[in-house]
Structure formats: structure tokens, C-alpha cells
């Protein structure tokens, strides 16, 4: 195949790129990075466009030649600017504008407009700079979860650096002139079927991310609260239920702190619906600062409320209940320009040896809350100290009472 049609080729694949990444737009949840996407196979069409153009008239001014290149690395500059637009970074663009400048006015230098190997050496390490900085940026910033999402487009972009490189430094062994069984077409013939792959693979790997992203943002959606933004019951129980085997199977302890607002239908009642989902988020972002980052936290009813810890002492358990406990009764909640002192009772249980699923530790942590709403509200109930049941013996010695 000649380099001519390589190059419409590639053209082509690049206008493949621009409109599927432009389509996706318009269809997903307008991701950001897909316009950043879309430009930069604009501009490799564009580039590859013109360079088919002088390559079938055969007149390739300086002036062509400048533009060619400067549009092919402002499309490597908006694969980048995507990735950083993706990872919720400044795409950058600014930058992109004066690097595709500052390529313009280099052609006009005598050693660059007469010589095309000094072109190749000035061009190559800047596309080079950009391929390895979107998959150095990819594989740093990466959720663990999202890697292998991102994995193909870091090897796409190191693997059109390294065959950058390996073009260069071919041309420079043979001085710009290649070896009469390489063909004299060589480099452009090369260099035209490198982009062909790249941009065949680049809508593939970028479509593949942002697939990837939609399936997280769903599942995270069908497992999050949307009012307070804390774990549903759903994911209460895939998590209890991979926490409970391993504790069960490694000895680590397991609490259940339950709580809930005390006197919460009086508020709905006087004030609204919306004030009582005022309450709601009130409760839940000063529980929030209380707890610890690796502490999980569930919305299991209207205003009832559930935290997992795993691999903690008792006493310290007992302290955070009371430092939650704390924090609500000394912020109250402001309606109407007038403080609404709230409370919360909340309950505390412990895994014993003769659970069989975590559901007892939660019935437990239950009935101790329970306790805590008949003995007066406000206040931390310890199932096993202050609520008697089976194996209560066993419970005073798990949550050191």
C-alpha cells in the first residue's frame, strides 16, 4: 500500500475518531474529556488531510509543511488535554495553542526549512513528551479500579513514542537517506501507517474508558444514598457479608454502631419534607467528620443510619459512639433563622462467636438502640452491658464492658 492512501487512510480513521468521540457526547453524560478527544482527531484529520493533499500535488512549500506539523501535534496535545480532562485536571489548552505556535515559527529557521531530517529531530521529542505524559498521567492517577480500563491507551501512547524514537533514530543512522531494500518511500510510508493504527486504536481505547466510567458511575450509583451520598442497604450487605467471612476467618473483631434521630417525625410533621431532608444531611456530615475514612457508613432506613468497623478495640468503638453522639447534640440544626437542637440514640454490638451471618451483630446493635430510645434518648447503648440477652457473658468479655 502507498503512502498516499495511507495517509487518507488515516485521515479518514481520524474523522472516524472526531465523530464517534462527538456522538458520545451528545449520547453519554457529556463527559468533558470526549470534546477534548473529538478536537484532537479533528486536528489529526486536518493534518493528515494536507499532508494527502501535497503528497498527490507534489508541492510542499515550507508554509504547508509548518501547518502539517503543527496541527499533528496539537492532536497529540488533545490526547493529552483529554487524559488530564478525565483525571478532573486543567486540560490545558492554553499550552497547546503556543506549542502549536511556537512549531509554526520554528519552520521558519533556514536549517529547518531545508532540512527535513532536522524537522523530524525538532518534532519527535515534543509528540514524544505528549504520548509518555498521557500514560504517565493515566497509570499515576489511576483508581486501582479504573486500571485496566486505562491500560490499553498507556500502551498505545508509549508504543507511538517508542516507534517516534525508533524512526528518528533510523534516520539519523542512514543520515536521512534509508537503504535501497527499506524503498525510498520508507519513512512517509512508515510514519502514514503509524498514524493509521494509532488513530484506528485511539477511538477504541478512548470509547473504552469512558464506557468504563458510565459502569462505575452506575454501580456507584446503585449502591450510594443520593440524599446523603452514604452507602445503601444493598451495599451494606455485599460488604457486611465479605467483612463477616473474613473476620469469622481470621479472628478480627466487627461492630455494628447504629443510630438514629430522635423525635424525627415531629420535625418532618412542623417543618416539611424538605427541612427533614435538611436534618438528614445535618446528621450524616457531623457523623461523617467523627468517624475515621476507613469506617463504612450505610443509610439503611429514613433516619436510621448504620457504621461497619472492622479490626478495632471495644472501648475505642464505645468512644466513637459517644463522639458521634456528641458532635449532634452540639450543632444543632438552623430552620428559619432559629437553632432546632437535634439528638440521635445509637447502638453498639459486637461480633460473637456463635453468629452466623452479620445480620445478628445488626439485630443487636438494634436492640441496643432500642434501648437507648426507651431509657430516654440521647444517649450510647452497649448490647451486652446495658441490654442483657444470649450470651451476654460472652458479648461483656467482646466489647469490653
Not at 165 to 178: E, F, I, K, S, T
Not at 201 to 208: H, I, V
Request: positive net charge; hydrophobic residues 50%.
Amino acid at each position: 500500500m502507498d503512502a498516499f492512501t495511507l495517509i487518507v487512510g488515516a485521515a479518514l480513521a481520524a474523522l472516524t475518531m472526531a465523530a464517534s468521540m462527538g456522538l458520545m457526547y451528545l449520547a453519554s453524560a457529556r463527559q468533558a474529556c470526549l470534546v477534548d478527544w473529538t478536537v484532537a482527531a479533528a486536528l489529526f484529520a486536518l493534518s493528515n488531510g494536507l499532508g494527502a493533499i501535497g503528497l498527490h500535488q507534489q508541492t510542499n512549500p515550507i508554509v504547508f509543511i509548518a501547518c502539517v506539523n503543527a496541527l499533528h501535534i496539537g492532536g497529540h496535545f488533545g490526547m493529552l488535554a483529554g487524559v488530564r480532562r478525565h483525571l478532573h485536571l486543567a486540560p490545558g489548552w492554553r499550552w497547546g495553542v503556543m506549542l502549536m505556535a511556537g512549531l509554526l515559527a520554528a519552520h521558519a529557521l533556514l536549517v529547518v526549512r531545508e532540512a527535513p531530517l532536522y524537522r523530524l529531530v525538532l518534532f519527535t521529542p515534543f509528540v514524544g513528551a505528549l504520548n509518555l505524559g498521557a500514560a504517565w498521567l493515566l497509570w499515576r492517577c489511576s483508581e486501582r479500579e479504573a486500571r485496566a480500563a486505562h491500560l490499553p491507551l498507556i500502551v498505545l501512547q508509549v508504543l507511538s513514542a517508542l516507534q517516534q524514537v525508533a524512526r528518528v533514530a533510523l534516520m539519523l543512522a542512514y543520515d536521512g537517506h534509508p537503504p535501497a531494500f527499506l524503498g525510498g518511500d520508507f519513512f512517509r510510508t512508515s510514519g502514514a501507517l503509524a498514524m493509521l493504527a494509532y488513530m484506528s486504536l485511539a477511538t477504541m481505547c478512548c470509547a473504552l474508558i469512558v464506557t468504563h466510567q458510565q459502569t462505575l458511575a452506575l454501580r456507584r450509583a446503585s449502591l450510594t444514598d443520593v440524599l446523603t451520598g452514604w452507602l445503601n442497604r444493598r451495599a451494606l450487605h455485599d460488604i457486611a457479608t465479605r467483612d463477616f467471612r473474613r473476620c469469622h476467618r481470621t479472628g478480627a473483631s466487627m461492630f455494628f454502631i447504629t443510630f438514629d434521630i430522635d423525635h424525627f417525625k415531629p420535625i418532618n410533621d412542623r417543618y416539611g419534607h424538605g427541612v427533614g431532608d435538611s436534618a438528614i444531611c445535618h446528621v450524616t456530615a457531623l457523623s461523617a467528620r467523627v468517624l475515621r475514612g476507613y469506617d463504612t457508613l450505610f443509610r439503611i432506613g429514613g433516619e436510621e443510619f448504620a457504621v461497619l468497623i472492622v479490626g478495632e478495640h471495644a472501648g475505642n468503638v464505645c468512644t466513637i459512639a459517644e463522639r458521634l453522639r456528641e458532635a449532634v447534640v452540639g450543632a444543632p440544626l438552623t430552620v428559619e433563622g432559629k437553632p432546632v437542637t437535634m439528638t440521635v440514640s445509637v447502638g453498639v454490638a459486637a461480633l460473637d462467636a456463635d453468629d452466623h451471618q452479620w445480620e445478628d451483630i445488626l439485630l443487636r446493635a438494634d436492640e441496643a438502640l432500642y434501648h437507648a430510645k426507651q431509657n430516654g434518648r440521647n444517649r450510647v447503648s452497649v448490647h451486652g452491658r446495658d441490654v442483657a440477652g444470649r450470651g451476654q457473658v460472652a458479648r461483656l468479655q467482646a466489647v469490653g464492658a
